[in-house]
């Protein structure tokens, strides 16, 4: 990700942040990182912070058209100058949002002991509320719901025993053997190593699912959760 440009999960969707400096710049880097992570972005509903540049209305509209054009939609704009403000307004877009202090970051970077994913396992047993954002080098299982706005980020598998609304990562050092299971698989976004999954246009009745690649792709199937678990140690 370019240093300038920050993507993170929030209640109302992903907020995407940029630097300071010349705002030419900062939105050459801005549509250079959107068309990088364009299909892990797609779909999501994205508030774009700009913090004090400078932006009228035809800029912003050619912004919001550069964007679609990568298959995204602006949402919002969130800054401290009046005049990108009017800009965002005269637009229809959301100039503010909510103001609750979000969860903390956790960040578990153990080593695993003897190179081994499974020896570095986390066993979490709360709701992952929107703001949370969860990275562990290794196997992460959750006992209750990861809501809209937050993330998972693991270096192996991710196992939600609940509701799964937020973000996941699964494999994220480059292990395409991961999976991601979950009693109701619905993410914002999944992603497993270098893989992203493109969401159904629809979805039927609520099932336990296990999504992992297959033939480079990454696929969803019925989870048996009777049967065989994938190795999560708490």
Known sequence: MSPDVQIKGIREGLLVSVGSG????????????????????KGARLILDVDEHEINAASMGRLRDQMSEHGLSLWGVLSRSPLTERSAQAMGLATQIHHAEPEPEEVVDEEPAEGSVEANALLVRKTLRSGYNLSHSGHVSVIGDVNPGAQIIAGGNVVVWGRLRGLVHAGAAGDEGAVVCAMDLAPTQLRIAGHIAIPPTERGEPRPEIAFVKDGEVVAEEWNVGGQVPAIEG
């Open 22 to 41: 010349d705002w030419l710049e900062a939105e050459q880097s801005l549509l250079t990182e959107l068309g990088r992570q364009k299909d892990f972005l």
